[in-house]
């Protein structure tokens, strides 16, 4: 199983960056829908993918219709404040290949694409009173975790020995 990571003309370089460090930490491909609000030699950008570049399975595609051809038949949920189902009610095991799409900073996921597509929209809960919003980064990463939970966490270590460990003497 695969789980993707798709963020829909992200805006703000520091979010992509922290985004692909979890790609890198969880094996999942970053799929980058144009345009981008930054350049990718964004120093930003790369200052919070520290040096995890070189580790993410990364595409580019030109517009959504381009990714929508590339993601063919294979399941698509759209994350989005707007969703009446819950994210963690979702079993990630069924597929093959799982693409998750977030959408830009500033106004989310095209409303037409969200209304084609309402059964495959989820929602992380939060108080909306308090928030308009989570941060993209900390949506990516919760969404991630819980298909990889869900899956018995695939290739990843669940410990790990470190030369200078601090919880052993």
């Not at 989820?122 to 298909?147: F, G, K, Q, W």
């Amino acid at each position: 199983m695969t789980n993707h990571v798709v963020l829909f003309e992200p805006q703000i370089p520091a979010n992509t960056g922290n985004i692909a460090r979890t790609c890198a930490a969880t094996n999942s491909p970053l799929h980058l829908i144009e345009p981008l609000g930054f350049s990718t030699d964004d120093k930003h950008l790369k200052r919070a993918g520290l040096d995890y570049w070189n580790e993410v399975e990364i595409y580019k595609h030109e517009n959504m219709e381009a990714f929508l051809k590339f993601v063919g038949g294979r399941k698509l949920y759209l994350i989005t404040k707007f969703a009446e189902k819950v994210y963690s009610d979702v079993d990630y095991t069924a597929e093959e290949d799982v693409f998750f799409i977030f959408g830009k900073e500033t106004t989310g996921l095209p409303e037409e694409f969200m209304h084609e597509r309402e059964d495959d929209c989820l929602r992380i809960p939060m108080n909306d009173e308090h928030v308009r919003s989570l941060n993209l980064s900390n949506t990516a990463c919760m969404i991630v975790y819980e298909a990889l939970r869900q899956q018995g966490f695939p290739n990843l270590e669940k410990s790990h020995v470190y030369e200078n460990d601090k919880l052993k003497k």
